[in-house]
């Protein structure tokens, strides 16, 4: 069964904007969609560039192996 509602998030619980007809203490998965806390933008120069800096390195410590599976486009940009 495939049921969809939106839910707020408040004091640690998800509550649901609209009635769910669910029986009491059925298991649901949840998939949780944006919009999430973004921080907030860098505009110092010289702080951006540190930021880019230190993510540029994290991602050179992390390297794709080459025997990874490559993803196609139509793959990456998949929508269900």
Wanted: glycine share 4%.
């Amino acid at each position: 069964m495939t049921y969809r509602t939106r839910a707020v998030y408040r004091g640690g619980a998800f509550l649901p904007e609209t009635r769910c007809d669910l029986p009491e203490d059925a298991e649901v998965d949840l998939v949780v969609q944006g919009p999430l806390h973004a921080p907030a933008a860098i505009t110092d120069p010289e702080q951006r560039s540190r930021v880019l800096r230190r993510i540029t390195a994290r991602m050179k410590q992390n390297p794709l192996p080459s025997t990874a599976p490559r993803i196609t486009r139509d793959e990456l940009h998949e929508r269900h």
